[in-house]
């Protein structure tokens, strides 16, 4: 019954409880007061009725909001173990970074140790204190240097150029950090909405972004769709005639 | 026969140390002749007047990304042969063959090795020779 119609019909009963009241016919007023009351609580539970439904609908969509699955299911897991393998990571790197630099420095050592005391010899050579035997020597020592310092000085290079790759993590766990703080921005303003969506209409699924980018892969988190090292993708490529 | 080790070469990456990292890895190979870009949207309108003969760029990248690089290269003209390597973490098998199928001449995920670089560009410019 709308309310227009219950008015009308409340009016009505109202008019006529005021003829009976009028008349004296205390039972028929008596009556038509428990109509009048009646239309109220027919109004009444409409209402409750209504609110009813709309809290089901909303605890339902709450079960079935498969955002919310979503985020307790695996995201929080992936952004641990995403988290997990920046530690591993950065300390994989340090490491490398440090044994590196362990291994150049007896080489620097030596070469320098040895140029001192090439220097001072060359040095007793150019002001004549040398004679002809100690100048063979001499030579024969500074021939060794040479190619050994050749030798040692790549030794070093490669140190450092180990260094210079052990650097390529950050890249990387900039990438996976930078997921894990938007996966945790999204948790927020999901349970932002939540908080404001208590009594009011369900909240809407988000859509899942075509041709989302997956960023750098995780170790026990790669899915089928992705590949696990270069060989891989140049199977990939190559089984497709690329 | 390898590539010209005058070549000139745009790498694009936005991180600026993984630029470093590729910069000095080519320059170990004998390419000295490089230059840098932070974004596709940068990179773009330094290969339309630069003369470039090679690009190695990343996928992700906040403005334009590497992918839509690669489609605005092959789109143009002038640039339409420029050979393309992509170094990038993006290891999805369909964002693999979407790339191959858009032109790209070479794709090496990271983290990768210096000989693992040389052998792609190797293999790019042996293809470009054939």
Known sequence: MCDSDSHKEMLSIAKQLVAELEAGNNDQATSLVDELAHIREGELFQEIGKLTRELHSSITSFEIDSELCDITESDIPDAKERLNYVITMTNQSANRTLTAVENAIPYCDALHDKSVQLGAEWKRFVNREMNADEFRKVSKTLEGYLAESEEQLDAVKGALNEILMAQEFQDLTSQIINRVIKMVEDVESHLVNMIKATGSAPVAAKEEEKGKLEGPQVPGLSKSETVNGQDEVDDLLSSLGF | ?130
């Open chain 2, 1 to 130: 026969m390898p590539a010209n080790p005058n070549m000139k070469i745009l790498i694009v990456d936005d991180f600026s140390t993984m630029r470093r990292i590729i910069k000095n890895l080519l320059r170990d190979l004998g390419y000295n002749n490089t230059a840098e870009a932070d974004d596709g949207q940068t990179a773009l309108p330094m290969l339309q007047s630069g003369n470039f003969d090679f690009l190695v760029t990343d996928w992700n990248m906040p403005g334009m990304t590497g992918i839509d690089l690669l489609k605005a290269v092959r789109a143009d003209g002038n640039l339409t042969k420029l050979p393309v390597l992509m170094v990038t973490a993006e290891a999805k098998r369909e964002q693999i063959v979407h790339a191959a199928q858009c032109g790209v001449n070479g794709y090496i995920i990271k983290p990768f090795t210096a000989a693992t670089l040389k052998e792609k560009i190797d293999k790019i410019f042996e293809r470009i020779d054939s």
